[in-house]
């Protein structure tokens, strides 16, 4: 495989949104993610109480509608530069990417894939690998035995079924060994410039707090939200949504205080509402940034 010529490929992601690509929100209307403004309001505990008690009684869906609109806007502005942070170059660089990630940081797989890729540069190189080399390459991302069964088999399914070359549409990719359905949305939305809806971990705890969906299934959370969010915009929210639970709403102790979303968010006093408090809980390159969004300097608002 030519590494250059693979189309819509980057090497970190197939497709970013500049500061002046447009999304479509939930409404049909057009905006520029460069002209996104969010005003941040935290609510009283009446508020929040409020929110939640129309969200689980079944809210209104235009309610619902301007909710989301205003979620998304509130996260491209906070996400501007939001794309895949596994480190790929063509298409089967990252399904392979995706493969390891499993229980797996990104950042150890992006410290790993660099002498893989060099080694492997195609799906006929991983079909001929020598079992033992390719663990050992991979040991260090976790259940490399099971992986490295993955990364054969897919290397030869995808030379004996497709010539050598990662198929672009759902049903071929699911069909591949180590590749689901997660999995085959993030190589079509950054690889193959598809749109696609990635349920992980952090999408579907934060799309449940928001009150999108209270379905549990991946599938079924992919459905829900693509009924919400407009086709075009599936990869691209992804990402937001990705950064967002990584970086502000974790698992276990949301920084609801210093979230931009907490007036939209039914969820909202999760976790310490005190912007001090929770200002300590936001991680990234971008803190400083979304920490200026929700009005915190310093140790305070």
């Known amino acids: 495989m030519d590494r250059s010529a693979s189309p819509g490929v980057g090497d970190r992601c197939a497709r970013r949104h500049g500061p002046h690509d447009t999304v479509t929100g939930v409404s049909g209307a057009t905006r520029t993610l460069g002209d996104v403004s969010t005003s941040v309001r935290r609510p009283t505990r009446r508020a929040a109480a409020g929110l939640a008690a129309r969200v689980a009684a079944g809210e209104n869906p235009i309610g619902r509608a301007r909710r989301v609109n205003r979620i998304l806007r509130a996260l491209a502005e906070a996400y501007p530069h939001a794309h895949c942070e ?27 894939t660099p002498a893989l890729f060099a080694r492997y540069p195609t799906p006929a190189d991983y079909a ?23 990364l054969i088999g897919l290397g030869a399914a995808v030379v004996e079924r497709h010539g050598g070359e990662l198929p672009a549409t759902l049903d071929d990719l699911v069909k591949l060994p180590g590749i689901g359905r997660k999995t085959a949305n993030v190589i079509l939305g950054n690889a193959f410039d598809v749109p696609g809806i990635t349920v992980d971990t952090h999408f579907g705890r934060l799309v449940r707090r928001w009150g999108w969906t209270t379905e549990e299934d991946p599938v079924k959370v992919e459905h829900a939200v693509g009924a919400l969010v407009p086709r075009r915009d599936w990869t691209i929210v992804s990402h937001h949504v990705i950064f967002h639970g990584r970086r502000v709403c974790h698992s276990r102790k949301p920084a609801c205080g210093a979230c931009t979303l907490a007036a939209d968010c039914p969820a909202y006093g999760l976790g310490p509402t005190d912007p001090g408090e929770a200002a300590a809980l936001v991680k990234g390159v971008e803190r ?5 969004l929700a009005g915190i300097t310093g140790d305070g608002p």
């Open 86 to 112: 596994l480190d790929f170059a063509t298409p089967i660089d990252l399904a392979v990417a995706t493969i390891l990630s499993a229980q797996c940081t990104d950042e150890r797989v992006n410290q790993v």
């Open 288 to 292: 400083e940034h979304l920490l200026e």
């Open 128 to 150: 001929a690998a020598e079992r033992t080399e390719l663990e050992e390459l991979i040991r260090s991302t976790g259940f490399y035995r099971n992986k490295a069964t993955s």
